[in-house]
């Protein structure tokens, strides 16, 4: 039997996660939603540590939302770690953000993030861009079965 696909959504913003939320829903898409507000509590998770501990490291997400502008350690440093440490380095990380920032995008890049997308502000514009995410990465992204990846 095949886990549920999870995705971490990691943003310190309730309006956007409750819209995303709904945005998922709308689009069909079922896979577990757990939310980290900052970067740390990000980290946590992903290493289960702190308040995640018994949490199984190997159980990663299938997908990472990561806002860039985040309390206590931001989006950047996070995708930073998450790509220096080898059982987190091969998970999808989109980055979904409302900054327009262009060294935001490059950096983004640079640091190994799958994907960059400006959060649309308009709720039907912001379903297709969540149905399309999670139809890509979640149904069709074949991902490495090896790294804690699955």
């Known amino acids: 039997m095949t886990r549920p696909k999870t995705i971490l959504m990691v943003d310190d913003n309730p309006d956007f996660i409750e ?7 709308k689009a069909g898409i079922s896979s577990p939603i757990v939310v980290a507000e900052d970067g740390t509590e990000a980290l946590d998770y992903l290493f289960a540590t702190g308040a995640w501990s018994g949490r199984s490291p190997e159980s990663n997400p299938a ?11 931001g989006g950047l440093e996070v995708l930073r770690q998450l790509r220096a440490d080898p059982r987190t380095r091969h998970l999808p990380v989109v980055i979904l953000t409302t900054s ?4 935001d995008v490059i950096r ?11 959060k649309p502000v308009d709720f039907l514009q912001f379903t ?4 399309t995410l999670g139809l890509y990465w979640l149904v069709l992204n ?5 790294g804690g990846n699955q």
């Open 142 to 146: 074949q991902p490495p079965l090896t």
């Open 100 to 103: 327009v920032e262009e060294r």
């Open 19 to 25: 819209l995303a939320r709904r945005a998922f829903g």
């Open 128 to 131: 297709e861009v969540v149905k």
């Open 108 to 118: 983004g890049y640079e640091l190994g993030c799958n994907s960059y997308i400006r």
């Open 63 to 73: 997908l990472v939302l990561l806002d860039l502008k985040l309390p206590r350690i």
